[in-house]
C-alpha cells in the first residue's frame, strides 16, 4: 500500500485533474464570442493534457500499491477546485482556469516538498515538478491572454 500520505497527495492530484478535464470540455463547447477559435483549440489541447496527468498519477499510485479515486463522487469530495457552473464569458473561463492553476501549482509545491522530506519518495516528487511546470507555463500564458 502506498504510504498513507503518498497516497492522499495522489488522489487529490487525480481529482483535481478530472474536474478539471470536465470543467475543459465544458468551456471547450461552450465557449463563444470573437476568441472563439483561440479558446476552442487552446481548451481542447489544456483537457487532452489533463487526460494525460490523471493516467500517469492513477498509475503512479497503482505502482505504489494505492487505489486512485475512480467516481466522480469521489472526485468532487477530494477535489479542492471546483467544476464549472453556469453560463461564463470566455474572460471569464480564462479568470476560472487562471485561479485553478494556481490551486494546483501551489498545491504541487508544498506536495513536492512533502514528498521530498516527509515521504522519502522522490520518484512521485519528479513526476508532480514536471506537472508544475506544465501548470506554471499555461497559467503564465492564460495570464498575457487577458493582459495581466
Not at 494525460?52 to 468532487?76: F, N, S, V, W
Not at 508532480?128 to 507555463?137: H, P
Amino acid at each position: 500500500m502506498a504510504h498513507k500520505q503518498t497516497s492522499e497527495i495522489l488522489n487529490r492530484h487525480v481529482s483535481n485533474w478530472n474536474i478539471m478535464f470536465v470543467k475543459l470540455h465544458n468551456y471547450h463547447w461552450n465557449v463563444k464570442g470573437h476568441h472563439f477559435f483561440t479558446l476552442h483549440e487552446k481548451f481542447e489541447e489544456l483537457y487532452n493534457e489533463s487526460a494525460e496527468h490523471i493516467d500517469e498519477l492513477a498509475e503512479r499510485l497503482l505502482a505504489l500499491k494505492g487505489r486512485p479515486a475512480a467516481t466522480m463522487k469521489q472526485y468532487l469530495e477530494i477535489a479542492t477546485i471546483e467544476e464549472a457552473d453556469g453560463e461564463k464569458t470566455s474572460d471569464e473561463m480564462v479568470h476560472a482556469l487562471i485561479d485553478d492553476f494556481t490551486t494546483i501549482s501551489d498545491e504541487l509545491k508544498r506536495d513536492i516538498e512533502t514528498l521530498e522530506d516527509d515521504a522519502d519518495d522522490e520518484a512521485t516528487a519528479d513526476m508532480l515538478i514536471a506537472i508544475r511546470q506544465s501548470v506554471e507555463k499555461h497559467r503564465w500564458m492564460l495570464r498575457a491572454f487577458v493582459g495581466e
